[in-house]
């Protein structure tokens, strides 16, 4: 029921009463205001019981921090304190306070953090992001884990927002200071998503477009235009000379050069300044050179003795002020005493002012406690006032409407609810309450801002204390030393107190002799004045004696000056060979030609030469200098004579010196006797008189000795000096003759440094274009060049000397390597437009393409297309044979689609990409690959999308029908186009298109990285016109541009990085890595012998370092095996150094393993990454503790050192790094197999039937498994067999024909499998056979199936295999064919995943058959000669031995590794040697020998020989790395030691010759050194032994010192005498050949025989157990053998594999044998365990038991004979005991009766034995 509008104006005031407690209205019709009341029938609720009239009480709106609730009730705001206010209704909290916001006030206002809900302090405060009240640069902040994270503004990044994002540059640490966003004039890197600059001083780096500036804003030297709006800075016209900026006008008369087809290369600032600098470093050369031709080492030390003399009387004006700053540290100390007072009562006060503001904050909280009780009640009051004006209003309506009130009843309700409204506004308001409420809560927030700044200031006073502890500690420390500098100064204050007691009484005892000593006066005087004229005399003879020194000194002088005559002498000493001299004149003047044309070749690294040119004239500069650096050294020598005579002058003048200084000493004390007479007494006077008289008797001795040294001094000049000057003048005329000589050779040598200078500063613009046709002709030819150049240098090479040619030779191999590696990281593309053409170098080995190919690239289609027939027909690229009828693959645009073709010798194979024609694509990049694995082809295409990271992806499959699946090309027959062709080159019909119009850019081919700029020649492209084209901002080049590259050869540098962060308490390196590589430097940081590196070994982390330690380097290593990383995922290291003393390893945010050191800090500031420049890994100081020289290849990204982020590609000294992780470069294709390994993996594969799969292999080794499937009883399986390749399905065999296919070289293999046939393909010989079970149903199950590549543990009749395999694919009944990546396999068993050893013989690698090679044919008719195809020299000058002996066929591994021929290698035991006996010749008068070494070893014996006796001998040894030579001369020793060392494990060429008392060492035919005594008429008679690489015991002791006496650890070859080689030694003892490949733990028992004798603590008796294990070589040899004197014995051998135990106790011989089921040759380790027990022997082979009982002694006697490991000297073996052969392979483990043994501390090795060294392959 509505109600009635007679009631409006009565309850209109009532409603805007109640307003306040957000009463409810219902709804209702009209205008009407309805409410919906309690009892009101509107809403059907039953009647309320009557009551009596109400009082009514209306509150105008609740009390301050309450709000009215829809119930009418006033209730606390909930707003924790940070409001007061909140809204009516909802509650929601109004005007939040202390940088708050929410609803409840619950929450920070963004840019703040806290816990908003407690009080100060813990209320909201701005981030610290970096600063909190003065910077802060967040958007908001978060806690997690204790620490503050930050959101930043778009502008900054890091953790605390402390530096400015990518793009923005500025220092936000610094107050005031903002980060802006880079402005480069739009110059900058377009690949980049934002502008590169600095992000300190926003100067831009990389500026592109020809432009430079500190923002890019103007053009770069030799350019001009307009940089900033434009964009048209232009080449200048002025023949590569500079120009105006802004004009293009040509300054310095530089001119415009025309007649030339070459492009105009640009020539940017840098250039310009290295001409400065060649120019200030030719001036600085000149002035090297005349500072070195006018040293004198005369006046070199007259200069230094000066020197000396002035710095010791600095030190005494120093020790002067001593005392001065002793009293200043006292003033300073009593100042800091002043300080620390004032800073005690400072805390005083503060710690009262803290007590009082916590008093006065209680008082505030009381206080605001009541203040709360009080609002509360009042509240309560305002509700209860509420509901009684509610239930007044419920009963007017109730009354109204339910008893039908008339009109007058209403008026006389409506005048009583007037009154009762009048009455209570008369009522006073309750304002004075709410004013105490506001003052009271004003004085509770003043009081409350006062207790937070007291807070504040409380918490800074705290913050302060740890400083202030700190300085209270200093000043501690530094009162402590005051308090004992003051108890020393009291003590000798004490002491000065006695002394002056005692000097007063003395001085008391002197006055009283005052007068006696007056009257003696006079005596003294006289005395005085006699002395005077008694040392004028010596004055005189001094005079005279500066004569004669000033005589000898011109002497001394014109020697001095002659020795600039001397230079040169040394080059030719060791050149005894005058045919020698003019091989090498020819020679240096061909690598002269050689060197000229490389320098051209640098034109794709530094664009024109100029560089390489200054290299080239440094280098031979500095050939120069050491020339006459070597030279000086002879004419020192040669003055040796005069120095002595120097000497003994200056040993006469120091003589005179020191009795001039004794005599003014003297005269001096003289003095001081006269100034002290007043206080003298009778017993000074006597001691003066004393002294006096024996200043005379001294005087006159002098005078005796000085006329004595005067005669002998003139005796000297007149006889002995002229004599040794006409010696020293003949040596002099000697010296001319031979710098004559030299001068002759090196005339052309400073002819071509005058001629590169003269050129240099007159460079023009023809001879500028001329170099860089020759570049580019140089680069096309520069794989023929070098092994051209290295077939002219092989004579020289293998003469001495040698080292000089093989560094110059591998440095020009290093520098064609770079250059490679640069050019193909260029990431830039080529814009071609239908006329041009690139032939690229393909980098990649053909052999790698054979049977699988992988090419990627980016194209952008022109912008203009037609739009009614699509894109043009048009050719992309080319790669395949010359000839262009077979063997190829391309791309190109045909019918508006990209066609991918590829022929592999009769047909073509076309896959159109129909699905998206090339009209339809988008005008930026796009990413094609093209894929081929064996006979099937895909194409694919990538489109990125300009606005997010989605991508379209396009593929078309395609497959060839013919029976062959290989690429074969040859490399010289290969050509690789892209864009176009030349004019001379007539592509296949499928590719005969008009050139491609547009812009290409290549990626990779397989796992390489290529570049359109690694090319052998370009056509028809100018540079000028065909401007790459920019990259733009898509989703795949931002991933490409977050982490870096590396191929292997490449690394970064990081100079300083100090300057982004500091070495502090923890200190910490991060990067990510990702590989698949098994080894490689990660990171590598050195100062001088100091060192620190992060090295992944087969898979796992390494840390070496040292950093000066007492105790060497130390290794961290990952001993567990926690942390493999070669997965191709990416991993997060972290090395972290704690306190200076502890080293830590984290992987992936996992501890790995820490070790602590000696406390030293970190000694470096440059960092190496991903490898580093050949110099230092190769260096000595390195070498000796990082054997790993490996580059790191794989993708790093985020390296930061103490958390700040470094641009690796910004680096200068970064060589070869690129942008991105290419994908294909990741995958594991290729896996090495090492015989006990093996992969495995599990896929849907139907091998029986439909099958078809091949793969590539590599070895040198006859058999082994390749492959491998069972299935019950049915087996597929490829394996290698004596050489030969056989398929086995289901017993059924295909086998290859009879080539031999384990030689080392690349071979294919493809297999198929038909309903009808069974075919193997190795290479493209065919082979097959029929299927037996044809017409028979196969039953194909399509679950998964495990299959094995190069072995398998399921496998026993088959041996595991050794070598390669790569690029394996097969038909799947899941997916399509693709090439396997063995980095997904579940099983790999010791498998390299990424390096291949398996290499062919180096002699292949540079040989060159047809025109081609520079060699004449080997004579191919006569017997024995060498095939065609073999080479015809030795590049590295290794031989590797060739043994006639037969192999052994039931063995896996060669009877004989590869090793160096005539090399052995010793240091297998203390006293590894080889002795010569019998040897022709005599050493008494002079003996040269010569001999080739190489080691890692400190120090070892090399050669020795001498008499019975050892009173004469000569020897060479290595102490500390040093090669040290030495021998007798009488009862002297001549000692003859290197300045470097040479235990670098490289070879060393080395000639030591005696020649009667004087003595030679030459090192590498470069290095000589000199040394001589004076004769000695004793005869000097040895003829022999000759010990090598070590000494029989108890020898050379006498002579060496011990810890150069044992044998030194490395390899020795070719020996000679005289020049005649000695090469048949007579007792040879723990000497094995050197072997190159991989080595392991264990004994090595070679072919030649050799044996090791277990010391006394191991000897076998009539009860034993022995264990060991073996890895033979030959299935037939002696293991163990023990020998008793009365004929008893034992006796363990192999016989055809079988092994026997024989046994003989005395009464008769018996046996046993075990014949293993798996051969004990097969290149597995196998145990092998012999047990007796009296008359009981029990032999077991990898757990394959026998034993047999013999006849029992009834006495038997336990003799404990000695033991015999690896064979047996033949005069032991009985009748019985047929002479069996000698062991070959390995043994290790040895252990009797449960004692390991070590062969280091054998009895005696014997023969061809290598202790602890063993080849694994």
């Not at 009215?68 to 909140?86: I, K, T, Y």
């Not at 000396?308 to 200043?328: A, D, F, G, P, V």
């Not at 984290?1146 to 190496?1168: A, C, G, L, Q």
Request: charged share 25%.
């Amino acid at each position: 029921m509505a109600l009635h509008p007679a009631w409006r104006g009565v309850l209109l005031p009532l409603w805007l009463l109640c307003s306040a407690a957000c009463c409810s209205a219902a709804s209702g019709d009209g205008s009407a205001f309805p409410f919906d009341i309690e009892g009101s029938s509107a809403v059907g609720r039953p009647d309320p019981p009557e009551t009596s009239e109400p009082r009514v009480t209306v509150p105008e709106k609740c009390a301050p921090g309450f709000f009215r609730a829809f119930s009418g009730e006033c209730l606390p705001c909930d707003c924790h304190g940070n409001s007061n206010e909140c809204s009516d209704g909802s509650g929601f909290c109004l005007n939040c306070q202390r940088n708050t916001t929410g609803e409840r006030c619950e929450k920070c206002l963004a840019g703040y953090i806290g816990d908003s809900i407690r009080e100060a302090p813990h209320a909201c405060q701005p981030c610290p992001c970096p600063l909190p009240h003065l910077a802060n640069f967040a958007e908001s902040c978060y806690r997690k884990n204790g620490a503050v994270r930050c959101i930043c503004k778009e502008n900054y990044a890091g953790p605390n927002c402390e530096r400015c994002a990518p793009g923005y540059y500025g220092n936000p640490l610094l107050i005031g200071s903002t980060c802006r966003k880079c402005d480069c004039s739009g110059n900058s890197d377009p690949n980049l998503i934002f502008e590169d600059c600095d992000e300190v001083t926003g100067q831009c780096r990389n500026c592109l477009r020809n432009t430079t500036g500190f923002k890019c804003e103007r053009c770069a030297p030799g350019y001009y235009g307009d940089a900033r709006i434009a964009k048209n800075c232009a080449v200048c016209n002025c023949g590569g000379g500079p120009c105006d900026s802004v004009t293009g006008e040509c300054l310095e008369g530089f001119e415009f050069s025309t007649g030339t087809d070459c492009p105009t290369i640009s020539c940017d600032k840098c250039i310009w300044d290295l001409t400065d600098d060649l120019r200030l470093a030719a001036l600085s050369i000149e002035e090297s050179k005349s500072g070195l031709l006018s040293v004198s080492s005369g006046a070199a030390a007259q200069r230094h003795v000066s020197e000396m003399n002035s710095t010791i009387h600095l030190l005494k004006m120093k020790l002067s002020e001593r005392e001065n700053q002793y009293i200043l540290r006292k003033i300073q100390v009593s100042n800091a005493e002043n300080t620390m007072k004032s800073l005690l009562s400072d805390l005083d006060e503060l710690a009262v002012k803290e007590s009082q503001a916590a008093r006065k904050g209680q008082l505030v909280h009381k206080e605001s406690m009541d203040t709360t009780d009080h609002a509360t009640h009042l509240a309560e009051q305002a509700h209860n006032m509420r509901d009684k004006i509610q239930e007044i209003n419920d009963k007017m309506l109730y009354y109204g409407e339910e008893q039908e009130l008339d009109p007058e009843e209403i008026t006389e309700k409506l005048v009583l609810a007037q009154k009762m409204l009048e009455e209570i506004r008369r009522r006073p308001p309750f304002l004075t309450q709410r004013e105490l409420v506001d003052a009271e809560a004003d004085e509770a927030h003043e009081l409350l801002s006062q207790a937070e700044i007291w807070q504040r200031l409380h918490n800074d006073t705290r913050s302060l204390f740890p400083v202030v502890l700190e300085q209270l500690d200093d000043y501690n420390a530094k009162l402590s030393d005051l308090q004992e500098s003051l108890d020393q100064a009291l003590d000798h204050i004490r002491d000065a107190e006695d002394m002056n007691r005692a000097t007063a009484a003395r001085q008391r005892d002197h006055e009283k002799q005052h007068e006696k000593i007056r009257e003696q006066m006079e005596v003294v005087n006289t005395s005085l004045s006699t002395s005077a004229v008694s040392l004028a005399m010596p004055r005189l003879i001094l005079v005279e004696l500066d004569d004669i020194i000033k005589n000898a000194s011109g002497i001394y002088a014109e020697i001095d000056g002659a020795k600039n005559e001397l230079q040169g002498k040394l080059s030719n000493l060791s050149n005894l060979n005058p045919d020698l001299v003019q091989e090498a004149i020819d020679h240096a003047r061909n690598l002269q030609q050689e060197a000229d044309e490389l320098s051209r070749n640098l034109h794709n690294s530094d664009m024109n030469g100029l560089v390489q040119k200054a290299l080239d004239a440094s280098n031979v500069y500095e050939n120069i200098v050491n020339y006459v650096g070597e030279a000086n050294e002879t004419a020192e020598l040669a003055l040796n004579i005069t120095d002595r005579i120097y000497d003994a002058v200056s040993g006469i003048d120091t003589q005179i010196i020191y009795h001039k200084d004794e005599s003014d000493h003297l005269l001096n004390q003289a003095r001081e006797l006269e100034a002290r007479a007043d206080s003298s007494s009778e017993e000074a006077v006597a001691d003066t008189s004393r002294r006096v008289s024996g200043a005379l008797t001294r005087k006159s001795a002098l005078k005796h000795r000085l006329d004595d040294a005067i005669k002998r001094l003139q005796a000297a000049e007149r006889g002995d000096v002229r004599q040794r000057l006409g010696q020293s003048k003949m040596i002099v005329e000697q010296a001319n003759k031979t710098t004559v000589e030299v001068q002759k050779v090196t005339a052309p040598m400073a002819n071509n440094l005058t001629n590169w200078s003269q050129n240099l500063q007159n460079f023009d613009s023809s001879v500028y274009n001329t170099a860089v046709d020759s570049a580019r002709d140089a680069v096309r030819n520069l794989t023929e060049v070098v092994p051209q150049l290295l077939d002219q240098l092989r004579t020289v090479e293998q003469k001495r000397p040698a080292s000089n040619v093989s560094a110059s030779i591998q440095r020009i191999r290093e520098l064609i390597a770079q250059t490679r590696s640069v050019a193909s990281k260029i990431q830039v593309s080529m814009m071609f437009d239908g006329q041009s053409a690139v032939d690229v170098h393909p980098k990649t080995s053909m052999d790698d393409l054979k049977a699988f190919t992988s090419l990627s690239l980016y194209m952008k289609p022109p912008a203009k297309q037609s739009e009614l027939g699509g894109t043009a027909d048009q050719f992309i690229l080319y790669l395949g044979s010359k000839n262009a009828k077979k063997e190829y693959m391309g791309l190109a645009i045909k019918n508006d689609n990209l066609v991918y073709v590829y022929n592999l010798g009769t047909k073509d194979v076309e896959i159109p990409l129909d699905s998206k024609p090339v009209s339809s694509w988008p005008a930026y990049f796009s990413i094609v690959k093209i894929e081929r694995v064996g006979k099937h082809g895909k194409v694919f295409l990538t489109v990125p999308s300009l606005s997010s990271t989605a991508e379209e992806k396009f593929i078309k499959k395609g497959e060839f029908a013919g029976d062959d699946s290989l690429l074969d090309l040859d490399p010289k027959d290969t050509v690789f186009y892209v864009g176009g062709v030349p004019s001379n080159f007539k592509l296949p019909a499928s590719l005969n298109l008009p050139g491609y119009v547009g812009c290409l850019e290549l990626a990779t081919l397989n796992s390489d990285v290529i570049s359109l700029y690694n090319f052998k020649h370009i056509y028809n492209m100018d540079p000028l016109k065909s401007v790459p084209c920019a990259r733009d901002k898509l989703a795949f080049t931002q991933s490409r541009a977050a982490s870096y590259f590396f191929d292997g050869s490449s690394y970064a540098v990081v100079r300083d990085i100090t300057r982004r962060g500091k070495f502090g308490q923890v200190t910490r390196f991060d990067i990510e890595v990702r590989t698949p590589a098994d080894n490689g430097l990660v990171l590598l940081m050195v100062n001088g012998s100091t060192f620190f590196s992060l090295e992944m070994r087969s898979g796992y982390l390494h840390v070496f370092y040292d950093f000066g330690f007492s105790n060497g380097p130390v290794h961290l290593e990952d001993t567990l095996k926690k942390a493999q990383i070669n997965d191709a995922k990416y991993h997060e290291i972290s090395i972290i150094y704690h306190n200076d003393k502890k080293m830590i390893l984290v992987v992936d945010r996992r501890h790995v393993k820490s070790t602590d050191n000696e406390k030293m800090k970190i000694p470096f500031t440059d960092i190496y990454i991903g490898g580093a420049p050949p110099e230092i890994l190769q260096s000595r100081a390195l070498r000796g503790h990082l054997p790993l020289d490996i580059n790191f290849r794989g993708c790093m990204k985020g390296f930061q050192f103490q958390k700040k982020d470094f641009n690796l590609l910004e680096q200068k000294e970064t060589l070869g790094v690129g942008y991105g992780c290419p994908e294909d470069s990741l995958v594991s294709r290729r896996a090495y197999f090492n015989g006990q390994s093996f992969i495995a993996s599990t896929q849907k594969i139907s091998f029986f039937d439909g099958f078809e799969g091949g793969f590539n292999f590599r070895t040198l080794q006859p058999n082994g498994l390749l492959f491998y499937y069972a299935s019950g009883a049915d087996v597929f399986s490829i394996s290698l067999d004596n050489g030969t390749v056989t398929l086995n399905v289901k017993g059924t065999k295909v086998q290859s024909a009879e080539k031999q296919y384990n030689d080392g070289l690349a071979h294919f293999v493809s297999t198929s499998v038909s309903p009808t046939r069974y075919e193997l393909v190795v290479d493209k010989s065919r082979h097959g056979n029929k299927n037996p079970t044809k017409g028979k149903a196969e039953q194909n199950q399509a679950g998964e199936k495990k299959f094995y590549f190069g072995g398998s543990p399921i496998s026993p009749q088959y041996a595991n295999f050794t070598g390669c395999i790569s690029n394996a694919y097969f038909t799947r009944l899941d997916k399509d064919v693709e090439v396997e990546d063995f980095q997904r396999y579940s099983e790999k068993v010791h498998t390299s995943l990424y390096e291949c050893p398996i290499e062919s013989s180096p002699l292949f690698l540079h040989h060159k058959k047809g025109k081609n090679s520079s060699r004449p044919k080997p004579n191919q008719n006569r017997k024995g000669g060498k095939s065609k195809d073999a080479p015809s020299w030795d590049p590295v000058g290794l031989k590797f031995l060739e043994h006639s002996a037969p192999r052994d066929a039931h063995c896996h591994l060669s009877n004989s590794p590869r090793a160096i021929e005539h090399a052995y290698q010793y240091g297998g035991t203390a006293n590894s040697r080889q002795e010569f006996e019998h040897l022709t010749g005599d050493f008494g008068e002079k003996s040269q020998f010569s001999i080739l070494l190489k080691t890692r070893s400190s120090h070892g014996m090399i050669f020795y020989v001498s008499d019975q006796e050892e009173n004469d001998f000569m020897t060479l040894f290595l102490a500390h790395g040093r090669l040290v030579f030495m021998f007798n001369v009488g009862h002297k020793k001549l000692k003859i030691r290197s300045q470097e060392r040479y235990n670098d494990g490289l070879w060393h060429d080395v000639i030591f010759v005696r020649e009667k008392s004087s003595g030679r060492l030459i090192i590498d035919g470069l290095r000589v050194l000199e040394e001589s005594l004076p004769p000695t008429e004793t005869a000097w008679k040895i003829k022999g032994p000759i010990y090598l690489g070590g000494v029989a015991p108890g020898r050379a002791v006498k002579n060496v010192q011990i810890n150069s006496v044992y044998s030194f650890s490395g390899c020795l070859r070719n020996l000679q005498l005289n020049g005649a080689s000695i090469t048949s030694a007579s007792q040879t003892f723990s000497v094995t050949p050197c072997f190159e490949g991989p080595m392991e733990t264990g004994t090595y028992f070679s072919t030649e025989g050799g044996y090791v004798v277990l010391d006394e603590s191991f000897n076998i008796g009539l009860k034993f157990e022995i264990a060991f294990e073996v890895r033979p070589r030959s299935s037939s040899g002696t293991l163990v053998h023990g020998h008793s004197v009365n004929g008893e014995y034992l006796n363990v051998h192999m016989n055809n594999g079988q092994v026997i135990v024989k046994v003989n106790n005395g009464i008769r011989d018996f046996s046993t044998s075990v014949t293993p089921k798996q051969s004990l040759c097969d290149g597995r380790w196998h145990r092998i365990t012999v047990i007796r027990d009296s008359n009981v022997v029990q032999l077991d082979v990898d757990s394959e038991v026998n034993h047999v009982v013999g006849p029992l002694n009834p006495k038997p006697v336990d003799h404990r004979e000695p033991v015999f490991v690896g064979g047996v000297p033949e005069s032991l073996l009985t009748p019985r005991l047929a002479p069996t052969k000698p062991f070959t392979g390995c043994i290790r483990h040895f252990v009797i009766d449960g004692r390991p043994v070590s062969f280091n501390k054998a009895a005696l090795v014997s023969g061809a034995v290598s202790i602890n060294s063993c080849p694994a392959a």
